[in-house]
């Protein structure tokens, strides 16, 4: 069985649409693929319509949140939800909330590098996504890429997008508790996403990750393209001991990144857990 539990399309920062991101993942040999866009489930439909047989579809969604940095701040940190019920009002709600802040939040940033002479046009950046996707940096790097100011999405962001930058800047993402909690209440599997990512930024101590377990999370994403075999070790035992799930996934963006789908995967046992944990809080689910 090769399980791959983290995956964008074009409804968030994917290059893929949701029918190719399901005929790619077939095609790279996968039995299970999840989808799960940046704060929204706009593109379940229709990945599920276009599932090739033998396939099956896992649907949840990254969700923006912010945690605890241990010093009196906060740190930018990712969940992904999974099997929740789409219809919940909270997640509903919060989810249009966080796409606005998204369009805000790039927005702002496009203006400062227009300001400073960068060839960006904000209004036509925002103009180029549906008027309810979340926009995220990937489409302000292709903006870059395609006017030639730098070769490829990953030197956009270290060169200007990453915190640091005089043009980065945060959003008011949701508090990692509420997103938690919001999950878990309709029905869904809380998994930390790429809890060690540093090369994205500062990232959530071990002591925080045991207060989100405390706080109802569910599992953490070990295996990740971003991070190194001592992260993996790290975060591996960290939830063993917290009797976490530990998932691996490629977190494939199409085109904007260069990993593979299928690259890391999920054990199947862990699977199995979280659909286990899903189908005992909400009845109704339904996977693939
Ligand atoms: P945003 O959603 O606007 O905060 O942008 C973050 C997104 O950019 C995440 O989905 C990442 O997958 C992607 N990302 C972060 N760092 C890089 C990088 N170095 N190269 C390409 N994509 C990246
Ligand atoms: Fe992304
Ligand atoms: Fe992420
Ligand atoms: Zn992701």
Redesign the pocket.
Known sequence: MRIDLHT?STES?GTETPAELVTAAAAAGLDVVAITD?DTTAGWAAAAEALPAGLRLIRGAEF?AVAPDGEGGQL?VHLLGYLFDPASAAIVAEQARLRTE?RV??RTMAERMAADGFPVDPDALLAQLPPEAP????HL?RVLVSAGVVGS??EA??RYL?PGSPYYTD?ADTEVDTTIRMIRAAGGVPVLAHAFAR??GPVVSAEVIVELAAAGLAGLEVDHPDHSDDDRAALRELAAGLDLLATGSS?Y?GG??TVRLGQETTDPQALERIEALAAGSLVGVVVG
Not at 135 to 138: I, L, T
Request: charge should be positive; avoid cysteine.
């Open positions: 964008h920062d940046h923006s930018s998204r939040r790039l926009a995220g940096r990937p790097a999405v990953g962001f270290y990453v959003r090369r994205r977190d963006h904007n990144k």
